[in-house]
């Protein structure tokens, strides 16, 4: 436990991906370590995320905690299962000096940084739980957050890339942005099937009025949700 | 700490005075008991002296983690004892403001008519405090945003978060000033609902008609 904060906290620090190492195209810390930081912050968010449901109680309360404690680091990692040839092939291509392991170690640290912010929003999440009934503000509130801690590791992820691509483009040579162009693809496929990957992973919050389900049916996508959502607001 | 002087300007010490903190709590249930004082209840006085020092400390406190990891990730980390302490003495200055502003409160109340005009102008209260303690908090930040500008948005994320927080933690402890029409409780019935929903649910209906 102790050893997991510590390699949390060496990590929000910027300690694995310092300018001389990530220069070298190294990343010094270890999947399977970036892999345990990263599972228990998920579970806190999940445990957090899943109170609304357990405050109503009912037979599936119990099913929903386990299921969205499980699902939200699973929503993280999966989706960088899915994503990750592709972004390995861009970046490759754009010359990057991360083999592929340093490159998956890369942005396992980066999910590992937006759960850790993720997880700082749990007290906030629990508080609007205690002190709301509405469904549909609990699920946009919950989507600002994720977007937020997201956009955090993002930009850990740009200052990372950064340095990676440093020099990567003789000045004379006047080229776009490696750096800018790799993120910029990245961020769009991360996103687009983390946002899909999370639809498919539902329910996370657990609608009252509605037995416990672990998967819901297959139907509309993700964006159609949120504006759903805002719509069922008022 | 007003003046931001002395021992209390802006540096790295943490703030550990029992004696301190004291004070902001002593003037935090001061306000309460005068902001309760509307309908002359004991009873109304208790409950908000009691809420007043919760709804500043309690928004603190749940957005606490989230200042702690961001201002890690923002590789701010070892300037986090100098942004505790500012918002420490921030929150202190929003208790002290508030109690300097009981007696205007209490003179106010003899003067105002209705329930709502006092809800209003305590809103005005709360709101001259709150600025009052975003100074003391630029003050405590100007010389760390000089030495790293990310420290700006540390502190505007900070701000934004314990604003939202703040807002639902005052709706959800309301009654503040106690409607002399209704009978005394610590929390209104009903008051698990959520101030943002209340208030956009209005706005849409202005809208919509």
């Given at each position: 436990?102790?050893?997991t904060?510590t390699?949390?906290?060496?990590?929000?620090?910027?300690?694995?991906?310092?300018r001389?190492?990530?220069?070298?195209?190294?990343?010094?810390?270890?999947?399977?370590?970036?892999?345990?930081?990263?599972?228990?912050?998920?579970?806190v968010?999940?445990l957090?995320?899943?109170?609304?449901?357990?405050?109503?109680?009912?037979?599936?309360?119990?099913?929903?905690?386990?299921?969205?404690?499980?699902?939200?680091?699973?929503?993280?990692?999966?989706?960088?299962?899915?994503?990750?040839?592709?972004?390995?092939?861009?970046?490759?291509?754009a010359?990057?000096?991360?083999?592929?392991?340093?490159?998956?170690?890369?942005?396992?640290?980066?999910?590992?940084?937006?759960?850790?912010?993720?997880?700082?929003?749990?007290?906030?999440?629990?508080?609007?739980?205690?002190?709301?009934?509405?469904?549909?503000?609990?699920?946009?509130?919950?989507?600002?957050?994720?977007?937020?801690?997201?956009?955090?590791?993002?930009s850990?992820?740009?200052?990372?890339?950064?340095?990676?691509?440093?020099g990567?483009?003789?000045?004379?040579?006047?080229?776009?942005?490696?750096?800018?162009?790799?993120?910029?693809?990245?961020?769009?496929?991360?996103?687009?099937?983390?946002?899909?990957?999370?639809?498919?992973?539902?329910?996370?919050?657990?609608?009252?009025g509605?037995?416990?389900?672990?998967?819901?049916?297959?139907?509309?996508?993700?964006?159609?949700?949120?504006?759903?959502?805002?719509?069922?607001?008022? | 700490?007003?003046?931001?002087?002395?021992?209390?300007?802006?540096?790295?010490?943490?703030?550990?005075?029992?004696?301190?903190?004291?004070?902001?709590?002593?003037?935090?249930?001061?306000?309460?008991?005068?902001?309760?004082?509307?309908?002359?209840?004991?009873?109304?006085?208790?409950?908000?002296?009691?809420k007043?020092?919760?709804?500043?400390?309690?928004?603190?406190?749940?957005?606490?983690?989230?200042?702690?990891?961001?201002?890690?990730?923002?590789?701010?980390?070892?300037?986090?004892?100098?942004?505790?302490?500012?918002?420490?003495?921030?929150?202190?200055?929003?208790?002290?403001?508030?109690?300097?502003?009981?007696?205007?409160?209490?003179?106010?109340?003899?003067?105002?008519?209705?329930?709502?005009?006092?809800?209003?102008?305590?809103?005005?209260?709360?709101?001259?405090?709150?600025?009052?303690?975003?100074?003391?908090?630029?003050?405590?930040?100007?010389?760390?945003?000089?030495?790293?500008?990310?420290?700006?948005?540390?502190?505007?994320?900070?701000?934004?978060?314990?604003?939202?927080v703040?807002?639902?933690?005052?709706?959800?402890?309301?009654?503040?000033?106690?409607?002399?029409?209704?009978p005394?409780?610590?929390?209104?019935?009903?008051?698990?609902?959520?101030?943002?929903?209340?208030?956009a649910?209005?706005?849409?209906?202005?809208l919509?008609?």
């Amino acid at each position: 436990m102790r050893q997991t904060l510590t390699r949390i906290d060496t990590l929000l620090r910027g300690g694995f991906t310092q300018r001389e190492t990530l220069g070298e195209g190294r990343v010094d810390v270890d999947v399977r370590q970036l892999a345990s930081a990263a599972l228990p912050l998920g579970v806190v968010y999940g445990l957090f995320m899943s109170l609304y449901s357990v405050m109503r109680g009912g037979a599936g309360s119990t099913l929903q905690l386990i299921a969205t404690s499980l699902k939200v680091p699973m929503l993280f990692l999966l989706t960088l299962l899915v994503t990750l040839p592709s972004l390995y092939v861009l970046s490759a291509l754009a010359r990057s000096r991360l083999s592929y392991v340093h490159t998956v170690r890369l942005l396992l640290a980066a999910v590992t940084v937006n759960l850790a912010l993720l997880a700082s929003f749990g007290p906030v999440t629990a508080f609007f739980t205690l002190s709301t009934e509405s469904y549909p503000f609990m699920i946009l509130l919950n989507v600002a957050f994720f977007a937020v801690s997201g956009s955090v590791g993002l930009s850990f992820l740009r200052k990372a890339l950064d340095i990676v691509f440093e020099g990567a483009t003789a000045p004379a040579i006047p080229r776009p942005d490696p750096a800018a162009r790799v993120f910029k693809a990245w961020t769009l496929i991360y996103a687009v099937v983390g946002a899909q990957m999370g639809w498919i992973l539902r329910p996370f919050v657990g609608a009252p009025g509605v037995p416990f389900q672990w998967f819901r049916e297959r139907e509309s996508n993700f964006f159609v949700a949120v504006w759903d959502s805002l719509l069922r607001l008022f | 700490m007003l003046a931001t002087r002395g021992h209390l300007a802006p540096g790295t010490e943490p703030i550990r005075s029992v004696r301190l903190l004291g004070v902001f709590l002593a003037a935090g249930l001061l306000y309460g008991a005068v902001i309760g004082a509307y309908s002359l209840r004991p009873l109304q006085m208790l409950y908000s002296a009691l809420k007043v020092p919760l709804l500043v400390a309690g928004a603190g406190l749940v957005c606490l983690p989230n200042l702690f990891v961001l201002n890690t990730v923002l590789g701010l980390r070892e300037d986090l004892s100098a942004v505790l302490r500012g918002a420490i003495l921030a929150q202190g200055t929003v208790a002290i403001s508030l109690a300097a502003l009981a007696p205007i409160t209490a003179v106010a109340y003899l003067s105002l008519g209705d329930y709502p005009d006092a809800v209003v102008f305590n809103g005005i209260v709360f709101l001259v405090a709150a600025l009052a303690g975003q100074l003391t908090m630029s003050r405590h930040y100007r010389p760390l945003i000089a030495r790293n500008p990310r420290h700006r948005l540390a502190r505007d994320a900070w701000l934004g978060l314990y604003g939202f927080v703040a807002i639902q933690m005052a709706w959800v402890l309301r009654p503040f000033v106690g409607d002399p029409a209704r009978p005394t409780r610590f929390f209104r019935a009903g008051a698990w609902s959520n101030a943002y929903v209340e208030v956009a649910t209005l706005v849409w209906q202005s809208l919509s008609r």
